[in-house]
């Protein structure tokens, strides 16, 4: 099967594009000496969890978003498994269903009463506890005085801490993204060592997103990283450097539906649900609206054509130039390049593979929703 | 069951607010004399489709925006319907697979080579004509010349002419939407009776946003509008004016799982997957950023505390000044207004169905996907 066969709009991965993702990151994680815990947030997807797990430093285990996902992944025998949202009491009865089915989920928490509540849960699950290393979300500060009352109250579920430094994707640079990752590191670090000062055993000091995990100059003290938008890149992590420009795995695939010859304009299938209305790089270098216009086999093909609106099924696309619109028949499809990855796959509940041209060679199923 | 034992994020509908919603565009288009084609593009529901559908103008026809809604809807045995996106050859397969099974499924296009290849498909579907009247979408100008090549080409499938006047959405006042309710009124006559003088049967004029139904001072010559949004609501439609501020019937469940006492502010488990990233207050009069909080009650009571970031899985909520933290526990629920309620909806599988209260009344499917 072509992908000229598909019905559009549909989500295109390219997995040699997803391979030598995964590769550059086995190299960064393996130079740093910490495990990967690769975040399936971005590709919810078993097959690609497989792949992500072949690399070198990985030790078997992932993170997740969702309890969904958890339930997922543990269902097709991943079974070590971070959820890596701050859990709340109620939720640690979906918990123990799934430890109870042979799966092991980690949950993290900020808050002493949580604790409590998780101690007191026939669940037990192992729990970080959740630092702030500057993104201001989740997370109490390394030095905060709530972290030994956590630790107190957690008592045997206590397994360490884990932080997150989501604002490296505020970075621009490599050493913004190194001065970041030094103080994601410093604040696990930090945390750890003051509650094995404390008395308390921490075995996981966790931290990542992925331009920080491809950029520190040291993880030390640090056990494992989380990274999840670098299997499949998007443009805004291609701006930001964690991918090169034709390191975009995922793209959409859609049909012209309509071609406007005045205003160098035609429309797409894949709108604001296809692509979602994610805008990550309205505050990068280069703004591409809501995606980049490729050819059938994801090339450039079309210079700096974009889309300019995105409708609830109709993509506006503002043709380069140097691009006619009469290069365009009704029906003919293209493909998008999207601004944020983990959203616009999540339009999508299966991903249509290809190697590097436009023959399908798998579909893989993905798991949405909570 | 109450909400506060759902688990989170998921979608809470106000029956008691839809009916309303529902009750206002009635009257509105029993008013102007044409026939109710409801939009169940926001809604992608059967039991919501069916409560639309009992108003008095409607004639039993409903308007989708995927072809996947139309098989859903066809399946539950709502058989006419219009797809208001254009057509493109290939997906004609399918229209005659629909009609083949027993449903009517009227398609639009505004481009002769697909005029041809719809008269030429054994699906043989009727079809409109999409005139442009300001939108710059979909559509030709009422007064293009190609308008009778298409009729001519489209034989004996030509039913009529259809317009969409989404720019009523940049209306800011009843004045501008009665405006572009007549210039859509207008661009969609005018071509009918071109099309009428030139020997052809025009039986359809369909016309309409939910802004502009809600609106127009004259619908003259249209023979039935399409609006949407109208059931549900949202942040930007209430700013607009086609709902009241009390008028909107969606909202997000949310649990609440961090505090950061020190910046007034609260973590949620509804992030962008459950709202989206849509920012369509951004250009309203009142900005919501990602969403409103309200109470589990759905009622403003924590003032103006809005979505101010939407991480993937995390709601960041900056709380009213008179909103203090100290007032929440981890695992408390909240529901947020959101901006646009076809996107976060589409988040979603299911409606969590209220009326006016925090009692579950009825759980009801939707359909996503294309």
């Known amino acids: 099967m072509k992908l000229d066969d598909l019905p559009t709009p549909c989500v295109v991965l390219d997995r040699r ?25 971005t590709a919810k997807s078993f097959d690609v969890a497989r792949m992500a797990l072949a690399g070198a430093p990985a030790r078997g285990g992932i993170t997740v978003s969702t309890l969904a996902e958890a339930e997922y992944f543990a269902g097709h025998g991943i079974t070590d498994i971070l959820y890596a949202v701050g859990i709340t009491p109620r939720k640690l009865d979906q918990v123990a269903t799934l430890n109870a089915a042979g799966a092991s989920i980690t949950v993290i928490t900020d808050d002493p009463a ?84 404390a008395g308390y055993a921490c075995p996981v000091v966790s931290v990542g997103s992925s331009p920080t995990a491809l950029h520190a100059a040291s993880l030390e003290g640090a056990t494992e990283t989380r ?88 993509g506006i696309i503002d043709l380069d130039p140097a691009t006619p619109v009469s290069g365009f028949a009704i029906g003919d499809k293209l493909r998008i390049a999207p601004n944020h990855a983990c959203l616009t796959a999540a339009a999508h509940d299966r991903y249509f593979v290809v190697d590097g041209d436009d023959t399908v060679v798998a579909v893989w199923p993905r798991i949405n929703g909570w």
Do not use: W
């Open 114 to 197: 949580t604790a409590s509540a998780i101690a007191a849960h026939p669940a037990r699950p192992r729990t970080l506890i959740e630092i702030d290393c500057g993104e201001a979300r989740g997370g109490i500060a390394a030095d905060d005085p709530a972290l030994t009352e956590i630790a107190r109250r957690l008592g045997g579920c206590l397994h360490g801490v884990l932080t997150h430094a989501g604002h490296s994707y505020s970075g621009r640079s490599v050493d913004d993204m190194r001065r970041i990752a030094e103080a994601e590191r410093l604040a696990a670090v930090t945390a750890a060592e003051r509650l094995r000062a």
């Open 227 to 314: 990274p999840g938008v670098y299997m499949f890149g998007d443009l805004f992590q291609a701006e930001i450097g964690t991918v090169p420009a034709d390191g975009i795995a995922v793209t959409v695939l859609a049909s012209v539906i309509g071609r406007r010859a005045a205003e160098g304009r035609i429309l797409v299938d894949a709108g604001a649900m296809a692509l979602s209305k994610d805008r990550s790089t309205e505050a990068a270098p280069h703004d591409f609206a809501f995606g980049l216009a490729l050819d059938l086999l994801g090339r450039r093909g079309y210079g700096h054509s974009l889309v300019r609106r995105a409708n609830q099924e109709h």
């Open 17 to 41: 594009i997803l391979q030598a993702n995964l590769d550059r990151m086995a190299q960064a994680v393996s130079r740093l000496g910490v495990a990967l815990r690769p975040h399936m947030k």
